[in-house]
Each structure stands twice: as structure tokens, then as C-alpha cells.
């Protein structure tokens, strides 16, 4: 079980067998490592209805697959403190058991691996007009990755510019939030087209360009010197990779060209195929 103890400390170590957390002199201390995760699933079963008479597992990966799922699903609601801390010390956990990796070249690099990863000042992520993240859990798409690692606070961030604008996210755009759990410091969200044919549009065409456009000087505009690009609508929005990666090089070696404080920009992919597509057009 884990209980509260106020005391006046001011430091957190979150590495321990047994981790300590810091909010407001208010230190939550878990007997085990295991239940801090049991913890922030019985929270989360709280927010999603349909989850309530789930089973929690015994095996770490098993609850943590499970917490993810529920973090997923999870609609944007504000959260307790005692949450957001005992969530945010265990996806950091995560993340140095995953490794971070820091790009350092100048000009245009590509990274083959997990984009959630990547300690750049901003990774751009493959959003939908919504731009609330993927509800399905456990999916495979990069929105659902970057989601699920950055922790519940950017739903709520996206879901606070939404309601701001009024209406979904158009085709092309760009929207700045924080990284929350991440390495980078900023998420850039952008919709790409949606590939309904055979073959891309001119207006596909037109609009992946502006998705690339517009991160760049979304980016640029914020003082930025590092960006790292997933792969925008090749995946469910089916823009063929070749076509796609072609637009991608061509925009960003233009903008890169005149950037006033872009230095760096990253291809990073996740399949053999477009690391072999994205090799031939940067050699």
C-alpha cells in the first residue's frame, strides 16, 4: 500500500525499490515498486467507467501495458496532483530504461528507432483533426506513442486549444504544446492529407507540404534549433512513402536554406523501408 506523510523535504528519488515522491511536503511513499502503477491504474479506473471491473495483473509489463491502455482511453479531465507526480515519475522511469537519444549534427540527420526517444527541442507528431491523441489503446500510430509517453497533461493541452479554436484541426497546420514527459521540449501537431485515391492529389501534395512548412516556422518563429519529423500520413493516411519522403526532403532543405534560428532537422523513421527511402534522398 502506499500512504502520505507530510513532512517539510524537498528531494524526490524516483529510482529507489521503494520511491519517494514530493507534493506540497505531501510525500507519498510505496511499499513496493509495483504500486505505484497499481496506484495510477485504480485512478484511471476511476476516469473510464468500462474499465472498473478489470482485473489488475501481477507482472510489471502486464500493468504497464494496462496503464497505458486506460491513458488512451482516458477522456481530457483535469487530475490530481498526487496523480500527474506518481504517472510523471513513472514514465521518466521508462524513459531511461528506453535510453534518450541526443542528435547533435547540424543540417538535416535521419534516426531509424522511437521518436519518444529523441531529446530534440521539438518532434512533430501526426495528429487528426480532433488532435486529442489516439483513443485506441495500445495502437500502433505515432500519436498514440507520443501521447502515451508524454502522460495525460497533453490531451488536456490539446484538448485547451480546441476549445479555444472551435472546430477541428485543419489539413496542414501546426500547434505548439509542451512535451510533458518527454526528452524534447516541445510537441508540434500537424493533420496530414488523407490519401483517398489510388493516388496522392495535387491538393495531398500541396497540404504535406504545408505540414512540413508550417512545423518549420512554427518552430523557427518559437526561437527552436532542433526538429525531429515522423513520417506525416504514410501510415493511416496512406501517402505513398516514396512520394512523401520526396516532399518531406525538398520542403526542409529549402526552408533550412533561410532559417533564422533552425539549425537542425531529423527524419526519424521507424521501418527498414523508409530508412532505405530517406538514405538514397539525403545521399
Known amino acids: 500500500m502506499y500512504r502520505h506523510i507530510e513532512v517539510a523535504l524537498t528531494a524526490v528519488d524516483a529510482t529507489s525499490t521503494r520511491p519517494l515522491t514530493l507534493q506540497n511536503a505531501n510525500i507519498m511513499i510505496y511499499e513496493k515498486a509495483d504500486e505505484r502503477l497499481d496506484y495510477l491504474i485504480k485512478s484511471l479506473m476511476q476516469d473510464v467507467p468500462q474499465a472498473r471491473g478489470l482485473v489488475v495483473p501481477t507482472e510489471t509489463d502486464e500493468k504497464r501495458r494496462l496503464l497505458r491502455a486506460l491513458m488512451n482511453v482516458r477522456p481530457p479531465l483535469p487530475a490530481t496532483p498526487e496523480f500527474l507526480t506518481a504517472q510523471d515519475e513513472e514514465l521518466q522511469i521508462q524513459l531511461r530504461e528506453k535510453g534518450i537519444v541526443e542528435p547533435s549534427a547540424e543540417g538535416i540527420t535521419l534516426w531509424q528507432g522511437d521518436i519518444t526517444r529523441l531529446r530534440t527541442d521539438a518532434i512533430v507528431n501526426a495528429a487528426n483533426s480532433q488532435m486529442l491523441g489516439c483513443f485506441v ?15 495525460i497533461q497533453l490531451r488536456q493541452a490539446c484538448h485547451d486549444i480546441m476549445q479555444r479554436q472551435g472546430h477541428d484541426e485543419p489539413t496542414g497546420q501546426a500547434k505548439l504544446t509542451p512535451a510533458y514527459n518527454l526528452p ?24 504535406l507540404a504545408d505540414c512540413y512548412r508550417n512545423c518549420l516556422s512554427l518552430a523557427d518563429e518559437t526561437g527552436l534549433h532542433s526538429i525531429a519529423f515522423c513520417c506525416i500520413s504514410t501510415g493511416e493516411f496512406h501517402f505513398p512513402n516514396a512520394q512523401a519522403s520526396e516532399i518531406a526532403v525538398d520542403v526542409v532543405r529549402r526552408y533550412l536554406s533561410s532559417a533564422k534560428h533552425l539549425r537542425s532537422v531529423v527524419f526519424n523513421v521507424f521501418k527498414d523501408a523508409d530508412r532505405e527511402i530517406y538514405e538514397k534522398l539525403l545521399s
Open 184 to 207: 524534447s521540449r516541445y510537441v508540434i501537431h500537424t493533420v496530414g492529407p488523407i490519401v483517398r485515391g489510388s493516388a496522392p492529389s495535387a491538393d495531398d501534395r500541396r497540404l
Open 137 to 151: 489503446p495500445l495502437h500502433g500510430c505515432i500519436d498514440n506513442a507520443i501521447h502515451s509517453a508524454a502522460g
